[in-house]
């Protein structure tokens, strides 16, 4: 299976203290790289969780592959995956990469797949789940052995982009046809945003249509701005222009949690 269209027409989404976002329209193929591209706290984080059916949109609509937004939001979970999204999925630091990744392939076996494939003699199961893993970990381009523990290594113990690249792997478990990655390039250095562009430019590219926040684009990339079009949008006490990046980052995660608070989940 390939990966999904989308297309947004005037989509917005208002929480209880004003817009998140709005008027966001685009239509892309199957298997596009998209970046959600805007500065810190002008709603990314709160777009990529409505277009991977986590929030509620409240004005406009969405088509992502045969899901219709905000109605069949259920259906699209189903096929969508999340990556490196505060708050949402968060590593756990004290774990270590053989751990998240044994526990993402038993929760997929168990609650993702179908339950003719849970019949299946635990041997089978087991070879699957770790074909489903060695896929993952080659498809984000992480080499356990070149870790400093190997598998064992303690996620607290990993580099930002090594962190990322495994946060993307424990999506790429539940084999998704829609992938959104959050927070691209924080923190990153121009070598390192590099690397996960290549990354992200080759999952799009096997078939997965990818949805990227970024604070800069590529220039391969289609580009799906959050920058305030409509004054009633955000106010500017909302999101000063001098708000230090880290600062904007909660703020904009705190407001896609009240947004979430106030729409709910389909």
Excluded: Y
């Excluded at 998140?20 to 709160?46: D, K, M, N, Q, W």
């Excluded at 424990?170 to 590099?194: F, M, N, Y």
């Excluded at 904009?252 to 949690?257: C, L």
Aim: charged content about 25%; hydrophobic content about 40%.
């Amino acid at each position: 299976m390939g990966g999904l269209a989308v297309t947004a027409r005037d989509f917005g989404l208002r929480g209880p203290r004003g817009w998140a976002f709005r008027g966001v329209s685009f239509t892309t193929e199957p298997g596009s790289l998209i970046a959600v591209a805007g500065p810190s706290g002008s709603g990314r984080t709160s777009l990529l969780l409505a277009l991977t059916g986590r929030m509620k949109a409240t004005e406009g609509t969405a088509t992502v592959g045969e899901a219709r937004l905000p109605k069949q939001s259920a259906a699209l979970r189903r096929v969508s995956g999340l990556a490196h999204v505060p708050g949402v999925t968060d590593l756990d630091p004290a774990l270590t990469v053989a751990e998240h990744l044994h526990e993402r392939a038993l929760l997929q076996s168990r609650f993702g797949d179908s339950l003719r494939g849970l019949l299946r003699p635990r041997a089978e199961r087991a070879n699957e789940a770790k074909l489903r893993i060695d896929t993952a970990l080659a498809a984000a381009g992480l080499d356990r052995q070149a870790l400093p523990k190997g598998s064992r290594t303690a996620v607290r113990d990993l580099e930002r982009l090594e962190a990322l690249r495994l946060s993307v792997a424990l999506a790429l478990i539940g084999r998704p046809r829609l992938l959104g990655v959050d927070d691209t390039d924080l923190k990153l250095s121009p070598a390192e945003q590099g690397e996960v562009w290549a990354l992200l430019r080759s999952i799009a590219e096997a078939g997965t249509t990818v949805l990227a926040v970024c604070s800069e684009a590529p220039e391969d990339a289609v580009v799906v701005s959050t920058q305030t079009r409509d004054n009633d949008v955000r106010a500017p006490e909302d999101q000063p222009e001098d708000q230090p990046e880290d600062q904007a980052l909660d703020h904009e995660v705190k407001e896609a949690s009240n947004a979430l608070a106030e729409t709910g989940r389909s």
